[in-house]
Every structure is written in structure tokens, then in C-alpha cells.
């Protein structure tokens, strides 16, 4: 089954009882049992609910896993993984990431003994110096946030396999529609399923997928003993945006390389940063383990104020100024001051999150309308 037919179709069927062409939405707590244990497949929807069981078994259809997990939000399914951990273990990270992880890293897990290396990984064999017996985590995202840095999946579960260390990838820039880290050797792939999984800005959820059955047995203890499940109508709003995932990637896409190749001869910018660039670093990694280059991208204008960029993201008419991303509607925000306020000013620097970038997530609106709107709100500075 092709991509395009899995959103709609990948492990779904009609309901047994009804015929209903969507999956109902099971809004109840608790099933009926015929004796003591003795049920239908369900007890008690913490544990599992038939509306979250389809969402789980899309998650796994559309990432070539073979199980799939729903959580209340990105954060959450990414604290299911660090409880794996063990006081003493360590965790290998790329050193530009979504500052919430960042947050959850060091202000949440340092606290109970979990070693964290933020480290860079354009070149994954800086990864060897920082492996030790208690490795147990490499974690990655490709494209990074904010600075679209790429990371060679393959080359890092190299790595990983060859010390038997977890790798995990949160896929939520590219989605499954463009890269697919199971495939490249990945054990586990998460999701901010809020972003394009659901794709309209109305719904928080997270999203983990692996093809493991003991590893998957062992994260579906903790989200069931931890609870960190989203409810029934949050995963009918998910898995009916996953069905139109595949068309509206495909505008994304088209839209983001229009607004990347703007604001790159725009004079007043300093920098733009998106894989599609044969300029950019790992460009050949890219084009090699991504089908195309997505929406998201970042800039900074010249200068590097902070005025200037803020000047700009409050004068933007069609592009709304707010957190988050992957909706139909184009979002700008500023990272130092946003998404990436935790993460301490001088390692925000490091990575190139400075004052004057700000970061888009180009949606599905009439390209010409907002090169319009970047071009008046840019003429401001």
C-alpha cells in the first residue's frame, strides 16, 4: 500500500457493528464485562480506548512500524521514553532541539540522575566521543529546531547498533510523508502529533512508533501505568487529519521553497535557513533521506536586533505570530524569546538561535499572498 492510500486506509476498518466509515468516537471511561476479566478487548480507557486504537494503529501504518502509541501531548510521549531510563544512564542529544525537550532534559530528568550530552551532529561520527557503558539514548531530530540542521539518520544507527544504544527521532518537521527513520534504522520515532499529523491547530497529542515488540511492551507499561493518554475526541480530530496529510504536505512543501527562495534575495535578510539549498550543510543527506524539504524554515535579519525581528513578526497580517507549527495556516515566531526561552542565552547562540531569527511554518494560503505579506512587514525595518 502506497503512502498517499496509507493516511486514509493504513490499518483502519469500518465499524464492526455499525458500518461506520470513520471510527466512532468511544467517549466512555469504562466497558462492560461478561465475568470478572473477561471483556471484548477493552476494561478501562486509560489503558485503551477504541478511538485511540485506530489513531495508534495510523501512527504505525504511516511510519512502517508496527506499533503505534497516542499520548496527551509531544512532551508526554517523549517522558514515556525517558522512563526507560535509570538513575546513572545517559543520553546523547543533538545540541539544537525544541526547547521543550531541552526543558524536560535538564530541568525534569537531570533531577533523577540521567546524564544529558547536547552535542552537534551534522557529522555523526563526533557522536563516538561521547558513547560510555551508560549510553542508553541517542536522541535526534532532523530537520532541527529552529535552525533546519539535517542529521544523517543512517549514519547514526550505525553508532547506535554498533553499542546497542536506542536510537530515537522525533520526525515532527519532516513528518512520515518525507522521511520515514525506521526504515533507516531508527528504534523509536516520536511525533508532535499537535504539528502536521494533525494539522490544524486545534488538538495537543504526541505520538510514539516502533517496531520492537518488547520494547513496545515495555513503553505501553509505562503509558498505561503513568497515564499520559489523550482522549477519545482528540484522536478522532488526529486521525481525520492524518487522512489529508498527504495533499496538504504537498502544498507545504511547494509553498516553503517559494518563501525560502524570496527571503534569500531579499535585502534586508541576513540568512535563510532550509535543507532545499544546495548551500546548506547537509543538503546531500537531505536529498538522499527526505523526499522534499518541507515547510519550516528560519531567517534572520541583518543586523541581528532583536527590534528588528520583533517589528517584523507584529506586522504580519496573514502569517499569525504564535508557538507551535505543521497547521494549514502559516505561523511566524521569534525562538529566543518562544519556543526556545528555556534554553539558557549562550547555548542559544551556539547553535545560531540569535536575536534577529525568526521561524516560519509556511502553510497552505496563496503563495503570492504572503510574499506580500513578508514584503510589507520586512519594508517596516
Not at 530515537?168 to 516520536?190: E, H, K, S
Amino acid at each position: 500500500m502506497k503512502f498517499n492510500t496509507k493516511t486514509i486506509h493504513g490499518k483502519q476498518q469500518h465499524d464492526p457493528s455499525t458500518g461506520a466509515v470513520m471510527p466512532p468516537i468511544y467517549q466512555t471511561s469504562t466497558y462492560a464485562q461478561t465475568s470478572p476479566g473477561e471483556h471484548k478487548g477493552y476494561e478501562y480507557s486509560r489503558t485503551g480506548n477504541p478511538t485511540r486504537t485506530a489513531l495508534e494503529n495510523a501512527f504505525a501504518s504511516i511510519e512502517n512500524g508496527n506499533y503505534g502509541l497516542a499520548f496527551g501531548s509531544g512532551l508526554a510521549a517523549i517522558d514515556c521514553v525517558l522512563k526507560l531510563l535509570k538513575p546513572g544512564d545517559e543520553v546523547i542529544s543533538t545540541n539544537d532541539l525544541y526547547g521543550g525537550t531541552y526543558r524536560i532534559f535538564t530541568q525534569i530528568f537531570e533531577q533523577y540522575g540521567i546524564k544529558f550530552h547536547f552535542i552537534g551532529m551534522k557529522n555523526a561520527a563526533t557522536i563516538e566521543a561521547y558513547v560510555t557503558k551508560n549510553t542508553k539514548i541517542i536522541w535526534v531530530e532532523t530537520p532541527t529546531n529552529p535552525m533546519l540542521n539535517i542529521i544523517d539518520i543512517k549514519a547514526v544507527a550505525r553508532v547506535s547498533k554498533k553499542h546497542s544504544i536506542l536510537l530515537a527521532v522525533d520526525n515532527t518537521f519532516a513528518t512520515p510523508y518525507l522521511q520515514n527513520p525506521l526504515d533507516m534504522g531508527a528504534d523509536i520515532v516520536m511525533h508532535s502529533a499537535t504539528k502536521y499529523l494533525g494539522g490544524h491547530s486545534d488538538v495537543v497529542m504526541g505520538a510514539l512508533i516502533v517496531n520492537d515488540k518488547e520494547l513496545a511492551t515495555k513503553l505501553y507499561f509505562i503509558q498505561n501505568s503513568c497515564g499520559a493518554i489523550c482522549g477519545p475526541m482528540d484522536s478522532f480530530l488526529v486521525l481525520r487529519g492524518i487522512k489529508t496529510l498527504h495533499v496538504r504536505m504537498q502544498r507545504h512543501c511547494e509553498n516553503g521553497k517559494i518563501i525560502a527562495i524570496y527571503l534569500a534575495q531579499h535585502p534586508k535578510v541576513e540568512n535563510v535557513f532550509w535543507p532545499g539549498f544546495e548551500s546548506h550543510p547537509n543538503h546531500k543527506i537531505a536529498k538522499e533521506q527526505m523526499r522534499d524539504y518541507g515547510g519550516m524554515l528560519s531567517f534572520s535579519t541583518k543586523g541581528n536586533r532583536m527590534k528588528d525581528a520583533f517589528t517584523v513578526v507584529e506586522n504580519l497580517n496573514i502569517f499569525t505570530l504564535a508557538e507551535s507549527l505543521g497547521g494549514v495556516e502559516s505561523l511566524a515566531g521569534h525562538p529566543a524569546s518562544m519556543t526556545h526561552a528555556a534554553i539558557p542565552r549562550e547555548e542559544r547562540e551556539k547553535i545560531g538561535v540569535v536575536d534577529s531569527l525568526i521561524r516560519l511554518s509556511v502553510g497552505i494560503e496563496d503563495q503570492e499572498d504572503l510574499i506580500a505579506d513578508l514584503e510589507q512587514a520586512l519594508a517596516l525595518i
